[in-house]
């Protein structure tokens, strides 16, 4: 079934909203230096959906998603939105009542950039860890066999992830180790390599081109991969690149 959306409820608005904000909006994908537009995920989406009502909640949902990560993250380097909408599709697809499990991913997804983002304490630089799994790589391997087959952006995960935020602000108010109070033109970095525009691009490009990346984010259909110690390969790939914590 072709749809014929008018440009106001086509996905074109997505881009359109990205452009406004980032000149040139960098993909991981070792072979593609640029996104791939929403005009063309429209297209992969389009392939699975033919309920207009479902599209237009998928465009949305999008936007409100993608105007808390241009809020809460404006420094953010890469962009792949391919498995995201991907992921979004199919839990909805699978759910009894699409529309709603759109609207909860997407709400659940802006209270995550709301938590972590720069209008927090927490305050991190880059939503990076969660798009490209590092963060879903890490909670799989803490309970491995409830958890091996989940996908990147379960509710399970999702869930977790908003607990782990607010124990985070707790470990803040107490002025913690890792997590201590921090000036408010800082953004925080628990890790032990600098997380600098410049280096955080050297970084995870290097890990793209090595396939050192849990989630590849740029692809559609990804392979998600949690069994490997991406934190550590992370570390070592950064101290191979003398990036030191500054």
């Known amino acids: 079934m072709k749809l014929n959306f008018t440009p106001n409820n086509s996905f074109q608005v997505l881009d359109e909203?990205?452009?406004?904000?980032?000149?040139?909006?960098?993909s991981l994908n070792p072979n593609q230096s640029i996104i791939t537009s929403f005009t063309e995920?429209?297209?992969?989406?389009?392939?699975?959906?033919?309920?207009?009502?479902?599209l237009k909640t998928i465009r949305d949902n999008l936007k409100k998603?993608?105007?808390a990560l241009l809020h809460n993250f404006p420094e953010n380097?890469?962009?792949?939105?391919?498995?995201?909408?991907?992921?979004?599709?199919?839990q909805a697809l699978l759910a009894d009542a699409p529309i709603d499990a759109l609207e909860n991913f997407s709400n659940k997804i802006v209270l995550l950039m709301n938590l972590f983002g720069k209008e927090s304490e927490i305050r991190?630089?880059?939503i990076h860890d969660f798009t490209y799994g590092f963060d879903w790589a890490r909670w799989v391997k803490k309970k491995p066999h409830h958890r091996a087959d989940t996908e990147p952006f379960c509710f399970d995960f999702l869930d977790d992830l908003l607990c782990k935020g607010e124990e985070i602000l707790q470990r803040i108010k107490k002025d913690d180790v890792k997590y201590p109070h921090i000036s408010e033109k800082r953004y925080r970095n628990p890790f032990c390599f600098s997380r600098e525009p410049k280096d955080e691009c050297r970084l995870l490009t290097y890990l793209a081109a090595r396939?050192?990346?849990?989630?590849?984010?740029?692809?559609?259909?990804?392979?998600?991969?949690?069994?490997k110690p991406f934190y550590q390969m992370r570390e070592d790939a950064s101290k191979q690149l003398n990036i030191e914590k500054r």
């Not at 909203?17 to 960098?26: D, F, R």
Request: contains cysteine.
């Open 41 to 54: 995920l429209e297209v992969k989406v389009i392939q699975q959906v033919s309920d207009v009502q479902v």
């Open 77 to 90: 380097i890469f962009w792949d939105f391919d498995f995201v909408v991907s992921s979004m599709l199919n």
């Open 124 to 126: 991190f630089r880059y």
């Open 17 to 26: 909203i990205l452009a406004q904000h980032v000149v040139k909006p960098l």
């Open 65 to 67: 998603i993608l105007n």
């Open 211 to 227: 396939e050192c990346i849990p989630v590849p984010g740029w692809e559609w259909n990804t392979v998600a991969v949690w069994d």
